[in-house]
């Protein structure tokens, strides 16, 4: 057998409070609170936790605080398997932190605590050895000039890069990250991932197909685009096929952290296993649906439960 595949994850890591209340209050009205806790989170150190758990080496980079939330998260990354030596802690720093609202059936909100860490990694605390041996880049763009940094050295070294672009830009601007920074990063890309929305932004497209269309042929990514589209599946385009791929029928608890689960599974699939293009989207179809069916925004679940339930679904 060969080594382990390794993935280094670079962006959101944050802690999260979990709110749970039958129904989300109107303006000016107000719900109770039926549960409230404090679980790690982020969208990057999402990801990596689900790739631990599918046998993948895991590194996470980014940046926290010496606060509360900073402890915790180093902690708990550490306990998922997950490796932290390239997790950089700020001094007297805050640690990005949620407050997520959910209600039955899955749906939820999320408040931002952004704090003075996250997006504030610079190149210069980072190793220069850092990309020896990985075999993925993965970023959202949270601490834009490390993630476009790194996205040069591992084109350079003709490492993939897959950029998700979790949040739209104009999220990313009130985040310190400018239209030109997307747009550099994006063609540092090997395969650029969003949602709906953040196609619907760049292109000015409504309807989301059309607009995946209009960004490819743009930026013309190498191995492709894909939206993933909530309760309409994902799609993925590339220079010569659009493939489209329903979502799993599953009754939802909680819908947090599917999307990073969901490109947890593509990376394994697609990247470390060589799995084609549709079979990839399949599994990652998969481990985002399992993640769906059970509380908070992480999962644990390994390639040999999500064959199983990729089996049991047919």
């Not at 040069?152 to 920074?181: H, T, W």
């Not at 932004?201 to 995946?212: A, D």
């Not at 791929?245 to 819908?255: F, G, I, Q």
Request: aromatic content about 10%; glycine content about 10%.
């Amino acid at each position: 057998m060969g080594r382990k595949k390794r993935v280094l994850s670079l962006g959101a890591v944050a802690m999260d409070v979990i709110i749970e209340t039958k129904q989300l209050p109107k303006e000016d009205g107000f719900a109770f609170v039926e549960s409230e806790k404090l679980v790690p989170g982020g969208s990057a150190s999402n990801l990596s936790v689900a790739l631990a758990h599918l046998g993948v080496e895991a590194y996470q980079t980014g940046k926290i605080g010496d606060d509360r939330y900073g402890d915790e998260f180093r902690r708990t990354l550490v306990e998922d398997g997950v490796d932290d030596r390239f997790l950089i802690t700020k001094p007297s720093g805050s640690t990005l932190h949620t407050y997520i609202v959910t209600i039955p059936g899955g749906k939820h909100c999320i408040f931002a605590n952004l704090g003075d860490s996250v997006t504030n990694l610079e190149p210069e605390e980072l190793p220069e050895n850092i990309l020896d041996g990985i075999d993925v880049f993965y970023t959202d763009m949270f601490s834009a000039r490390a993630s476009i940094y790194l996205g040069k050295l591992a084109k350079n070294k003709g490492i993939p890069v897959l950029y998700n672009m979790q949040c739209p830009p104009s999220f990313m601007e009130k985040c310190g990250v400018d239209i030109r920074e997307i747009e550099e990063m994006i063609r540092l890309s090997t395969v650029f991932a969003s949602g709906r929305e953040g196609y619907f932004e760049i292109t000015g497209e409504n309807e989301y197909e059309k607009g995946v269309k209009k960004f490819y042929q743009k930026y013309h990514v190498p191995q492709g685009v894909i939206c993933t589209a909530g309760d309409e599946g994902a799609i993925w385009l590339d220079d010569k096929d659009l493939i489209h791929l329903d979502v799993y029928p599953v009754e939802a608890v909680d819908t947090t952290g599917a999307g990073d689960c969901f490109l947890a599974g593509l990376i394994y699939a697609y990247f470390c296993q060589g799995m084609n293009k549709h079979k990839s989207l399949k599994f990652a179809s998969a481990s985002a649906a399992i993640k769906c069916m059970h509380k908070g925004p992480r999962s644990r679940a390994t390639v040999e439960d999500i064959k199983q339930f990729i089996c049991s679904a047919k």
